[in-house]
């Protein structure tokens, strides 16, 4: 299995549109690892290809690690947020213009909550006059904790409280991948500072082989998201054999300071393009 993460970074990207301060300045002018287009993961399992959200740079991301996007079967959004889900609009709009040929079936699995937003942003859109069709997808809906299979993949929605923090009702999932051969991988971005008590058990039960998780900030009380601290904390809870932080926001350091920041501890830091073999 081959996972690439095609983006690491937080809503805003690194740099920040406009923005001066240190970690973005710092970024500008070194590059490198530093740069953060808004997070999605591939996993490549046997020559099924799973997407993991859709954020606004997704054509880019795919052009920049020479993966055919039209090979993609699966993709799996997380939730309705605009840094997770803009560059859906590829999907809804790829087979009924003028010039394009047929494509494999793509199956996109989501909770009722981001299918309702999908539906509402991009079934009305109009691309040179005509409707973008939302009926080119295969939408599933899924809920929290009922497991699905993608090929030889077992997939659960893990619930996490990034939006529900702020009094809305609508679902963001994290994500438990299991092999056949034992391997157990959670994705869990956006996961929030409250992870529900079901979801961290899942995960400690699963002994996992690698969590890729939130680390937004370097320091905050934001509910939404992780810091630093919390992140250790997770570590400590649930003991993956290997664990790697991404969705960093620029509020947190530059890659390098980031490295050191956890070298005792054994977090790894993402960063665009990192690929990992299990």
């Known amino acids: 299995m ?32 530093n740069i953060r287009q808004n997070s999605s993961m591939l996993i490549d399992n046997e020559s099924e290809l799973i997407l993991f959200d859709m954020p606004p740079q997704i054509m880019t991301q795919l052009r920049n690690y020479d993966i055919d996007e039209t090979c993609i079967q699966n993709v799996l959004f997380t939730h309705r947020h605009d840094d997770h889900i ?24 989501m909770s009722e909550s981001t299918y309702r937003h999908l539906q509402m942003r991009f079934s009305k859109l109009d691309h040179y006059g005509s409707p973008v069709p939302f009926e080119n997808v295969d939408c599933e809906m899924i809920q929290s904790y009922k497991r699905f299979s993608i090929g030889t993949l077992t997939i659960t929605p893990l619930e996490t409280n990034h939006l529900r923090m702020k009094q809305s009702t609508d679902e963001c999932f994290g994500y438990l991948i299991e092999t056949v051969n034992g391997i157990t991988i959670s ?28 680390c937004t900030f370097l320091s905050s ?27 960093i926001g620029h509020s947190n350091n530059t890659h390098d300071t980031l490295v050191q920041n956890l070298v005792e501890s054994g977090i790894e830091v993402g960063f665009d393009g990192l690929t990992i073999i299990l």
Do not use: W
């Not at 009380?221 to 969705?247: W, Y």
């Open 221 to 247: 009380d934001n509910p939404g998201h992780m810091d630093l601290k919390r992140v250790r904390a997770l570590q400590k809870e649930v003991n993956p054999g290997r664990m790697i932080i991404s969705h």
């Open 86 to 109: 803009a560059g859906a609009r590829y999907l809804f709009q790829r087979r009924k213009q003028k010039g394009f040929q047929e494509l494999n079936q793509i199956n996109a699995y």
């Open 187 to 214: 994705y869990l971005l956006d996961a929030g500072s409250d992870i529900p008590d079901r979801t961290l058990e899942i995960m400690r039960e699963s002994n996992l082989d690698l969590l890729i998780t939130d």
């Open 2 to 33: 081959k996972i690439v993460l095609l983006g690491t970074g937080a809503d805003e990207c690194i740099p920040a549109f406009g923005c001066r301060c240190p970690t973005c300045t710092y970024s500008r002018d070194i590059g490198g690892k």
